[in-house]
């Protein structure tokens, strides 16, 4: 069985950073794209960041990039979400996405269908 845990959530200043983490099992070989979510409640889950396999790609969403990146440990089946210079705008719940068998293609990074498995999600919480 398909399983994601997300780790590295918490509560934070503004400007500050947190790490997130993303261990995935339960499947061989490497996920063919790994993506970030947030939500916040009353509002619709959007895209935060993906990675696909082989470093053939990584992409984010506007209000990420410059700010965040997305990396990931295929050995460990592990993908991570560094964010720095966070704001009160980044409070949410975040989620990690597994799209294992797929073949999506590259623009459609923050589409959620056709993610095989989701986590639990970790609160960021950012503080002015």
């Known amino acids: 069985q398909v399983q994601l845990v997300e780790s590295g959530g918490g509560s934070v200043q503004a400007g500050g950073s947190l790490r997130l983490s993303c261990a995935a099992s339960?499947?061989?070989?490497?996920?063919?794209?790994m993506g970030w979510f947030r939500q916040v409640p009353g509002k619709e889950r959007e895209g935060v960041a993906a990675?696909?396999?082989?470093?053939?790609?990584?992409y984010y969403a506007d209000f990420a990039k410059g700010r965040f990146t997305i990396s990931r440990d295929n050995a460990n089946n592990t993908v991570f979400l560094q964010m720095n210079a966070l704001s009160p705008e980044d409070t949410a719940m975040y989620y990690c996405?597994?799209?294992?068998?797929?073949?999506?293609?590259?623009?459609?990074?923050?589409?959620?269908?056709?993610?095989?498995?989701w986590g639990q999600g970790t609160q960021v919480t950012v503080s002015s």
């Open positions: 996405a597994a799209d294992i068998y797929g073949s999506r293609r590259h623009s459609a990074w923050s589409v959620e269908d056709g993610y095989d498995a």
């Open positions: 339960g499947y061989t070989g490497s996920a063919v794209c």
């Open positions: 990675i696909f396999s082989g470093g053939t790609g990584t």
